[in-house]
């Protein structure tokens, strides 16, 4: 058994490597390279890549846009198959549990099935999501095999063409969203959630889900008839006031960032159904949640957006981001300011809110401020749903939806006796710190009387230089040290000293390989250097 997982690794990694050299990795990468890479690849590949085109706090958004190009639908697998895995998961065989299964698929994807289904004891149209047999075990094989190829690639002299981003942190985590993808028990736990948070919203609901029936691998749940949102004549043959609907899913969106704090990651057009009057929202596997922090400074945000405050908009970046380095503070003011003004000119409905986030956010991976997961997946999440706004009803502003939706929770949150004790306190804090400034001055005049006054200055951006002035001794110590020994080795080899290999002094010869090492180090550095600093070429 060991010995057939052992070959099928072996093959699969040397498919994995064929593969790479086929897409000549070895010039660089590129957004369609890795895009052709994962579809050459297979189901697996192409589910990871699905995933991650959501995440630009770990990819360039180039490799974002790219990878949101990846196909959805697969080759189903054999319908026995999938009447085998029910009959795993229930102990008995579907006939027993379903009165009738559709053995054409609604969809196929790469991690399950849907099928349409009734129910034997209630005769109830439902839903059947059947996980894709050894999925799991395939995607962890396949995961391990990336990591070794990464190694292998590095080991092979190919590090500049992965300095693109970090390929084992992207492996990672592709991984660990797929492990919940593929947990269909957190999809339902998701479905009945969204339904709790959204009880009192008359138009808004989503499908229900039979927790008797459901599993880790099957996710059994009502069928929805209805019509996508997309589907426009439908929906006014069928009695629909369009642009009613894209106004109520914003003000409905806007709810689930700003109060719920928990939202559907992707609303595409056919995740959004119209149904007896209501909006549904269909398949909540990938769903973002924002703590209390982030949901505040997220408010911040859209108020500094919609204003143009772009001191509030450095200060909620620099809040809900974590910097990797030290930030050049002006040229980040720079940055925003800049952006802030291309909108300056332009009406809030015309405004692409989902696009100004994302620049934002490009702005941060600049300045290497690390952003929260949720935060980029909101990101995403305001694009696809201006995307379907643009598309449906292109009158309806979310940008405005939300602006109002924030101008009314200011009036009802609002507290008088609230913000007058608040307002008290700020005094009496302020009153507070004026009477110490007299001693706080006193104290710093003796200290400076006593010459002991220090001042500490941190010079922005003097990091790179020091760096490179730090990288130039290092390579001068090495030649230093690689000349003398080839000094001290000619003069040793001129001499008898034993021990002697081939008629010279083993010490000296030793001498003379441990330069050529350090020389060849050396060179390879600096060969590196030099290759990392030529122009690249634009992506493909």
């Known amino acids: ?85 029910i009959r795993e998961e229930y102990g008995r065989s579907a006939n027993q549990v379903f009165s009738w299964i559709d053995p054409t698929p609604l969809g196929s994807a790469s991690i399950a099935q849907v099928y349409r289904a009734s129910l034997r004891e209630t005769h109830e149209d439902v839903v059947i999501k059947v996980q894709r047999p050894g999925i799991h075990d395939t995607m962890s094989l396949d ?14 002299g190919m590090s500049e063409s992965m300095d693109v981003f970090d390929f084992d942190a992207v492996i990672d985590e592709m991984w660990r969203v797929a492990q919940q993808e593929m947990n269909f028990l957190l999809e339902a736990d998701h479905n009945e959630e969204f339904a709790e948070r959204n009880k009192d919203i008359v138009y808004v609901t989503c499908p229900k889900v039979n927790r008797r029936l459901t ?52 609303p595409h057009q056919g995740n959004v159904w119209i149904s007896e ?43 809900i981001g974590m910097p990797g380095k030290y930030i050049d503070y002006a040229r980040l003011y720079g940055s925003l300011d800049e952006l802030m003004r291309k909108y300056l000119d332009e009406s809030l409905a015309d405004i692409n809110l989902g696009l100004l986030v994302q620049q934002v956010l490009d702005i941060a ?78 104290s710093l005049l003796k200290l400076g009387v006593k010459g002991r006054t220090k001042l500490n200055l941190e010079i922005v951006g003097s990091e790179e230089p ?46 003379f390989l441990v330069a050529f090492v350090l020389c060849g180090i050396l060179l390879l550095k600096i060969r590196g250097e030099h290759r990392r600093k030529r122009p690249k070429l634009p992506p493909e």
């Open 1 to 85: 058994m060991s010995s057939t997982a052992s070959r099928t690794s072996a093959s699969r990694l040397r498919e994995l490597l064929g593969v790479l050299r086929k897409r000549d990795i070895r010039h660089g990468m590129t957004p369609k390279k890795l895009r052709l890479i994962l579809e050459d690849l297979g189901p697996t590949y192409v589910k990871l890549g699905q995933i991650m085109s959501t995440r630009t706090d770990i990819l360039p958004q180039s490799y974002c846009d790219e990878l949101a190009l990846l196909c959805t639908t697969v080759q189903p697998v054999p319908f026995d198959q999938v009447l085998e895995m």
């Open 143 to 156: 995961v391990k095999l990336m990591h070794k190829a990464v190694r292998l690639l590095r080991l092979m």
């Open 215 to 266: 599993t880790e691998r099957i996710l059994v749940m009502e069928r929805i008839h209805g019509i996508p949102i997309d589907h426009l004549k439908e929906l006014e043959e069928a009695g629909y006031d369009v642009e009613e609907i894209g106004r109520k899913l914003a003000e409905n969106y806007s709810k689930q960032v700003l109060d719920d704090a928990f939202f559907h990651a992707d």
């Open 277 to 319: 009057g209501k909006i549904v929202f269909l398949d909540l596997g990938m769903v973002g949640r924002l703590s209390q922090r982030d949901r505040m400074l997220l408010r911040q945000a859209f108020s500094a957006a919609v204003t143009h405050d772009v001191a509030t908009m450095e200060d909620v970046l620099l809040t």
């Open 365 to 442: 991976h600049e300045f290497d401020i690390t952003i929260p997961a949720s935060i980029t997946m909101l990101a995403r999440g305001l694009m696809t749903l201006e995307g379907v706004l643009a598309k449906c009803c292109p009158n309806v502003s979310l940008v405005e939806i939300i602006r109002t939706h924030l101008a009314s929770e200011v009036l009802d949150d609002f507290d008088l006796k609230k913000e007058m004790r608040h307002s008290m306190r700020a005094v009496y804090e302020s009153a507070k710190g004026a009477v110490e400034i007299p001693a706080t001055l006193s």
């Open 466 to 511: 020091l760096r490179k002035i730090d990288t130039m001794v290092n390579k001068l110590i090495v030649g230093i040290i690689a000349a003398a020994l080839f000094m001290g080795s000619s003069v040793i080899c001129t001499t008898d000293i034993q021990p002697l290999i081939f008629g010279h002094p083993l010490l000296g010869v030793a001498g």
